[in-house]
């Protein structure tokens, strides 16, 4: 096992390439399941999860090649194979495995998944819109048994906004009878990606990127080519990573858009932003002044973002408060920061933090994917080396995440771990 090894306190300066957005292409990869011919997925991230997604494919008889930034998929020898165990307890996304087969199959048998450990993540709203369809759910040891006779479309209203429930019950409705409707949908640029590329398989599907969604089956849906989203929230951290540590960092094929609230709220701390057509280019201010944000569905602020964003909070003046209304354990990251002499204290649902202070380096382990991405921010600002483990969560996310970094000037590089060590992260 590896661990992350960050010589803090080198200015960045230069151009990074965000890559295809996670939280896209472990739904689309999922969709394809749902086509009768080939499905080519391009701009994919180098990340764990779409490794594991590919296998899952594999595993129920699809023909997967995988390369570097594009994917085919032949899925017409899948079944509807059992999946209760092993790969996709290793991530969040294999629940798209559940609206997929079973809009393709009638039927799936499919672990509970993985991902983030973030306190409880439910997924009684996607149970709940696929027995709306039809479908019989029964959870047995830990798996999801998921039969209908056939689905039928519905009208759901969704009691909690959810990025996943919404993408799954529209994977489960596509190839329903009539019309189903998804209302209080969740709004995120993933839901419209997924749309588009089921659109594109043929698929009927109106209102995406809004709170109601409007989905009329169809019998049957065909293979196509699709291109995945820049990601927005590794775009976001590389805006976090300039405004700490960054001279003049050009962050390259994205879309300004998507990062709204964050290019408001680097702003409101004094950081100069150029926003072009699908290009930001940041310039780092010296003196930035504490601000308060509190996390929300699409459009405000990303839950995905407030881990990074507290380690930029601890550079500037004044307290700021980090208030997490979509998760409310979402604080992993705040002890290990402490390790590292940030000045920070947990209250409810809320961080504050007292700015600015300096850094230490120190050995600190990531217990999540974006605690990853705050300690990799940490890492950077801090004084001497830092080093980090955990890197299988930030693996899951970040694509080249070491050669993007070095090409803006940063010393980071990857360590085996000693026996030692690796029997205190077992302890
Ligand atoms: C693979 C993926 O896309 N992951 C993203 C997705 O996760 P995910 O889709 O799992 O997150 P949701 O949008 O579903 O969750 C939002 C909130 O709703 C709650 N909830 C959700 C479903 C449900 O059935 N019942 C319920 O109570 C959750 O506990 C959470 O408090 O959106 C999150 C919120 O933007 C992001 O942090 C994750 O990066
Ligand atoms: C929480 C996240 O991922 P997942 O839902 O896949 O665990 C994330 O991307 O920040």
Not at 164 to 179: F, H, R, S, W
Not at 238 to 253: F, P
Not at 364 to 378: I, P, Q, T
Request: charged residues 25%; proline residues 4%.
């Amino acid at each position: 096992m590896d661990k992350l090894m960050i010589e803090g306190g080198y200015p960045l300066e230069g151009t990074v390439q965000i890559s295809g957005a996670k939280n896209s292409a472990v739904a689309l990869i999922p969709a394809a399941i749902l086509a009768d011919s080939l499905v080519t997925i391009d701009n994919l991230p180098e990340i764990s999860d779409v490794h594991l997604l590919a296998e899952l494919l594999q595993e129920i008889g699809g023909d997967v090649t995988l390369g570097k930034h594009e994917i085919t998929v032949n899925p017409e020898n899948m079944i509807a194979m059992p999946l209760p165990n092993g790969r996709v307890k290793k991530l969040r996304a294999s629940y798209y495995l559940m609206g997929a087969m079973l809009g393709k199959f009638k039927k799936a048998v499919i672990g509970l998944p993985g991902g983030c450990n973030l306190g409880p993540r439910p997924i009684d709203q996607h149970i709940k819109g696929f027995e709306a369809l039809g479908a019989r759910v029964t959870n047995e040891q830990g798996a999801i048994y998921l039969r209908a006779d056939e689905l039928r479309g519905a009208r759901i209203y969704l009691d909690v906004v959810s990025v996943g429930a919404t993408i799954n019950i529209m994977l489960a409705a596509v190839k329903a009878k009539g019309q189903t409707i998804i209302e209080n949908a969740a709004k995120e640029p993933e839901i419209i990606d997924v749309a588009t590329l089921l659109t594109s398989m043929g698929a009927k599907i109106k209102g995406a990127g809004t709170n109601v969604i409007r989905i009329d089956g169809v019998e049957s849906l065909s293979g196509c080519r699709h291109s995945i989203i820049p990601d927005r929230i590794e775009a976001g951290t590389y805006m976090i990573l300039a405004a700490a540590m960054g001279q003049k960092v050009l962050i390259d094929n994205i879309i300004p858009y998507h990062v709204e609230s964050l290019i408001a709220k680097l702003r409101e701390m004094g950081v100069t932003i150029e926003v072009s057509d699908d290009q930001l280019l940041i310039h780092n201010s010296r003196e930035k002044k504490g601000v308060d944000i509190k996390t929300l569905v699409y459009p405000g602020f990303p839950t995905d973002l407030q881990q990074p964003f507290t380690s930029l909070l601890t550079q500037a003046e004044g307290t700021s408060i980090v208030t997490d209304t979509i998760y409310n354990a979402r604080f992993k990251h705040i002890d290990e920061l402490r390790r590292m002499g940030a000045n920070v204290k947990v209250e409810g649902r809320s961080a504050i933090i007292n700015g600015k202070t300096k850094l230490q380096g120190a050995r600190v382990r990531a217990s999540d994917l974006r605690a990853g991405a705050a300690l990799v921010v940490a890492g950077l600002l801090a004084e001497g080396v830092t080093e980090i483990s955990g890197l299988e969560h930030i693996d899951r996310g970040y694509a080249n995440l070491e050669e993007k970094l070095k090409g803006l000037g940063a010393k980071i590089w990857r360590e085996k771990m000693s026996e030692e060590e690796l029997e205190q992260v077992k302890s």
